[in-house]
C-alpha cells in the first residue's frame, strides 16, 4: 500500500470515527481514547472495505471510497458494539442477582 492509499483509507476512518464519536455519540470510552480506537477500527475496516465488498464507485489513489466508507463505519462500530456487550455481560455476572429470601 502506497501513501496515496493509506492517506484515503486513513481520512475515511476519520470521518467514520468522528461521526460515531461526536455525532452519533456512540460510546465505550468517551475521551481521546475512545475517539482513536474508533479511528483505528475504522482504518482496519476501511482497508478491508474494499475486496470484501467489492469494486465499485469512486476510487481514490488506488481506494474505492464508498466500500472504504462502509467498512470503516462497519469495523468502528463493531469494535464499540463489542465492548459495551462485554461490559454489560461482565456487569451483570458481578452484579448480586436477587435471589428467594430466606425467614
Known amino acids: 500500500m502506497g501513501l496515496s492509499p493509506f492517506l484515503t483509507v486513513l481520512i475515511a476512518a476519520l ?30 475496516g476501511g482497508w478491508l472495505g474494499s475486496p470484501v465488498l467489492g469494486h465499485w464507485a ?7 471510497l464508498i466500500p472504504a466508507l462502509i467498512g470503516a463505519f462497519a469495523g468502528a462500530f463493531f469494535v464499540t458494539a463489542m465492548l459495551k456487550a462485554s461490559a ?11 435471589g428467594p429470601q430466606s425467614r
Open 15 to 44: 470521518v467514520a470515527a468522528f461521526v460515531l464519536h461526536f455525532v452519533v455519540r456512540y460510546r465505550v470510552l468517551s475521551g481521546l481514547d475512545g475517539f482513536l480506537g474508533k479511528w483505528i477500527t475504522g482504518w482496519i
Open 58 to 64: 469512486f476510487r481514490i489513489g488506488n481506494v474505492y
Open 88 to 98: 454489560r455481560a461482565t456487569a451483570a455476572a458481578i452484579s448480586p442477582q436477587p
